[in-house]
């Protein structure tokens, strides 16, 4: 009999398995396929995960992957460029891409110091239950008991399926993604988390771990099937497209397939009931623009650890973790949408954003003034202006930019 059953070996699972057993609790991680696997997904991360790693006291194991710390930003909009160190708003002031079998590899042998007992190849067909209450899961003739199930088997989750999770929030699929890895990128003179917009086109890109470069595009999902083809209008032409992206991609080579994703629904389920847990994507998925899949998946893990109770299970217990969850990362999910539009901007907008660009003053100036620089605007329009004024005292790390309203 265990104490947590951690079905998923990812992200979620293994960084939950190593809290919860360095918690002193008797916990079992299965998986369904070999450890550490590869994921679909791009694998930026920032202060909050890194914080989360030093906590666990494996983040000099993450830094040794050869990854290089991301200092700064630079931004790429619409040909327009900025570029400034990330802003010491923590003692992580930097962000990192390391590829998840790496990862998760370095999560999971900090589960396994800590006692947890991992089993890989055993996918979990079904669960255990005692009346309403989940008592442990069963594979394929294997069978265990537990106080407490977890699952972290991402979006497509058995354990949210079988225990019937009800799904709370869904705004459906907005964007679709195209991703690779790529050598013999043109480097910027310093490492920097680099985010481009284009014609409502985002472009996320960075080096990560063993020498590569990840290269995402992230497009409307009407567009998905033009730029899945392989012809002009595909992904790779689509990144040469852009002059500046076209002369450092000159004489690099894509070394993986192009993964496309057009199944990046923006939902969350009931993340809690007797005997059962969901954590990470199982409990909530959200398109990447989000860049917050890791650094959720380890805010599950935190919650986990802090209210699993130390015998049984109990409603004050799960109301705790629901909220904890909905605290760090529901809320966020369903306020955030508005960021998920990326219109491509007008002409006008395009000599402001120019602007602000070339003279990041500007931008302190539109962050406090935007109520009456844009309150004569159509509604869309200072709608538009009010993300750009966020957007802009976030990066630039303002004072939080001023409304825009009208009356
Ligand atoms: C294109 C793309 C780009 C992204 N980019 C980023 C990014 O840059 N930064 C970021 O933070 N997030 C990013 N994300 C999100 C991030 O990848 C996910 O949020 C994260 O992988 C979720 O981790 P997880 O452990 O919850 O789930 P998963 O990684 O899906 O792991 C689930 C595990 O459960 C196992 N499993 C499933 N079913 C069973 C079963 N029945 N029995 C046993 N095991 C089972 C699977 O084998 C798997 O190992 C991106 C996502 C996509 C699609």
Redo the contacts with the bound molecule.
Sequence with gaps: MYDVIV????????ASAALLARRGLRVML????G?P?P???????GPS?LSFLDGLGVLDEVLETGAPPLRRWHLEVEGGYYGAPMLPRSPYHYNL?VR?ETLSAILLRAASRHGAEIRER????SLRRDGDQVTGVEGDGWSEKARIVVG???????VARRTGAATTFDAGVMRC?F?AYWEGVVPLPAPALELWHDGGHVL?VGPCDGGRWMV?LSAPIEQYDMLRSGASTGYEARLRAIPAMADRLRGACRVSPV?G?KT?RNFHRDPAGPGWRL????YC?KD?LF???????CAAARALADTLPPDGDSREARESYAAALDDHVGQKVRTGLAGLRVDPPQPGQLAWIRGVLAHPGLALEMARRCSELFAGLPEDRRAFWQRVADGAADILDLPPAARVDPS
């Design positions: 079905v998923g070996g990812g992200v979620t699972g293994a299965c998986d369904r396929t450890l696997a994921a679909v997904s791009t694998h930026f991360f995960v891409c998840r055993s996918p979990v067909r972290a088997d991402g979006r497509g989750s058995q993604t991703h996320q995402m993964y994703s990046l954590a990470g994507d199982a998925h990447p860049g917050a899949g890791i650094a959720d998946g």
